[in-house]
């Protein structure tokens, strides 16, 4: 519904219904009566159908009963049955020629259904009783510019000058007509005849700034839109254009502060701000105003999972996971169909070992993505590491038909199917499983780490377990968690000092330092070296550090060495 109309039709409910009430008249029996007042109580209950039943029962009995008429209109127009609407409307404004307010219905109700003729005739009549009403004027010069009669839209936009005085809007008006008639130049000089006249007017300059870009007359919109945010800084669109055009010409240190100044400001979709903030993610340096840009975007949308996900990538890449986490938490509760939102968080839940927590995520997104293979993957390790086997071996076994054409993921799989296959002491299922892995993907490094460090574990072939992790170390030859497990497997064999090398070499880095594994490695084979007081302070800095080690506090209390148990 256009502008105009909508100024007409939104008055309130209780306003409509003042017409509808009026008095019935003295000749009408009660039978009308109440079928009238039923229907004005039925429509006020939202009771559309019923209500025109009742008001079409009273023209049944009066059809000449203009209050029916025009309730039956309201009606159809709550509807967007503008045919109907326009037939009532008509047929009331008839009945009572002298009210103004069915009149102006009638007017805009043709402007709607496009008989501009007949909607500019009833304006017309309308502005010989009230020539100071600008709706009316504003009515009736779109119907002429939609009917391109340019001369006597100007006219009567001249005409609502002389009556209310000149103003911006008027001016505008005249601007539009001119351009539909496609006198630009004409048009373009009433604008900048007004700009003079109506000085630091943001309304006048924005209609220049369209009108010289969507000519592609781009260097006067370009130095026009610096005018305007000059005069109206809290234009976000224009501030928006601005910045995008500076970036492109150049001049980046101005571009970037008025593209972060649209973003806090009205007139930009979120989306038009999304990009700005992608693009100011994606440079090298991250910008010193990008969290305060982000923390904006959450609490301008707080029900927008994008909002929220932009948030979160702010604090992944600046490494503040646990932000990061509950910003994308925040982005799913808003929006839990977005299954790249879910997969960074079951990710980082993985990769930060959040055990606990990638359970329930993990299940909450399988129940909205029941055929992605990477959740069961997820859920099936935490499982495994909370030593549900069970369940683990039966969430990884689903999951796995999910996977298409990913030989790694289906490896990793297969890997964490052996994981619990030995969980649940089924050890030879665990080694077909840890097999059916190398086949998969026989380059894949993390899959061969696990199986070498299983074999070890378990003493079940020390010479496979060090010539699978011998090929992982020939290409990832200083990575600590392979290291670590060469140690193991040479501890294992009994070889303590070629061991402490490896686990020294494990344990030494910044992101080791605290590696629980690691460092209980290094208190065992110091133990096998006869370093018991160094072995002591090293098994209970593991214990510190929460190790999984059934067997940890047997160690410390019986200060000797006692094989793993998990």
């Known amino acids: 519904m256009n502008k105009f109309l909508f100024l007409i039709c939104s008055i309130t409910l209780l306003a409509s219904c003042a017409n509808w009430k009026k008095k019935p008249k003295a000749e009408h029996d009660a039978t009308y009566i109440r079928s009238f007042h039923e229907g004005v109580r039925l429509k006020l209950n939202g009771q559309d159908q ?6 079409n029962a009273c023209l049944l009995i009066d059809e000449k009963d203009d209050a029916a008429h025009f309730a039956l209109a309201q009606i ?8 109907q609407a326009a037939v009532h409307t008509l047929k009331a404004s008839q009945i009572d020629p002298k009210n103004e307010h069915y009149q102006s219905e009638l007017a805009f109700m043709y402007l709607e259904v496009k008989k501009y003729s007949e909607a500019i005739a009833v304006f017309e009549k309308l502005l010989k009783k009230t020539p100071n009403n600008p709706t009316f004027y504003g009515g009736a010069a779109e119907c002429y510019a939609k009917l391109g009669d340019v001369k006597k839209g100007l006219d009567l936009l001249n005409r609502m000058e002389n009556n209310l005085g000149s103003n911006p809007a008027i001016v505008i008006e005249k601007f539009k007509l001119l351009v539909a008639a496609h006198r630009d130049e004409e048009a373009i000089s009433v604008l900048k005849t007004a700009k003079k006249k109506f000085e630091g007017e943001p309304m006048i300059i924005a209609n220049l ?3 010289y870009l969507q000519h592609k007359r781009y260097q006067e919109g370009f130095d026009l839109l610096k005018e305007l945010v000059a005069v109206d800084p809290n234009n976000g669109m224009a501030l928006l254009m601005l910045g995008d055009m500076q970036m492109q010409s150049g001049d980046s240190k101005n571009g970037l502060q008025n593209l972060k100044s649209a973003i806090k400001t009205d007139g930009p979709s979120i989306d038009q701000k999304m990009n700005v903030l992608m693009a100011l993610q994606g440079q090298e340096v991250m910008d010193p105003d990008m969290e305060s840009l982000v923390l904006y975007m959450r609490k301008k949308y707080p029900k927008e999972a994008k909002a929220h996900s932009i948030t979160g990538d702010y604090y992944f890449k600046v490494n503040q996971i646990i932000e990061a986490l509950e910003a994308y938490k925040s982005a799913v509760k808003c929006d839990p169909n977005v299954y790249p939102i879910w997969n960074q968080i079951l990710l980082l839940e993985y990769q930060f070992q959040q055990f606990d927590s990638l359970v329930i995520d993990a299940e909450k997104c399988i ?6 293979a990477l959740p069961y993957f997820v859920l099936g390790a935490a499982l495994n590491q909370q030593g549900n086997f069970q369940k683990a071996l039966t969430t990884l076994e689903t999951g796995l038909d999910y996977v298409l054409k990913d030989a790694d993921l289906k490896a990793e799989f297969q890997g964490q199917i052996g994981e619990a296959q030995f969980g649940l002491n089924h050890n030879k ?11 998969s993907a026989p380059q894949n490094a993390f899959v061969k780490n696990n199986y070498a460090y299983r074999l070890a574990l378990y003493e079940l072939d020390l010479l496979k377990a060090e010539k699978c992790i011998d ?7 200083n ?4 290291l670590d497990t060469k140690g193991f497997v040479l501890f294992q064999q009994g070889k303590y000092s070629e061991a402490k090398i490896f686990f020294d070499r494990a344990c030494g880095g910044s992101d080791t330092k605290n590696d629980k594994s690691c460092i209980e490695h290094l208190g065992d084979v110091l133990f096998m070296l006869g370093k018991k007081e160094e072995a002591m302070s090293y098994w209970l800095r593991a214990k510190e550090l929460g190790s999984t080690n059934k067997a940890l506090n047997e160690k410390i209390t019986q200060k000797k060495y006692a094989k793993p148990v998990f």
């Open 76 to 83: 159809y127009l709550d509807q967007d049955n503008l045919d």
């Open 50 to 55: 019923e209500a025109m039943d009742k008001f």
């Open 471 to 477: 090929e992982v170390l020939m290409t990832f030859p």
């Open 367 to 372: 129940e909205f993505f029941p055929t992605q």
């Open 429 to 439: 299922e665990a080694l077909v499983a840890y097999e059916l892995a190398r086949s």
């Open 209 to 211: 700034v369209d009108y």
């Open 479 to 482: 990575e600590p968690r392979y």
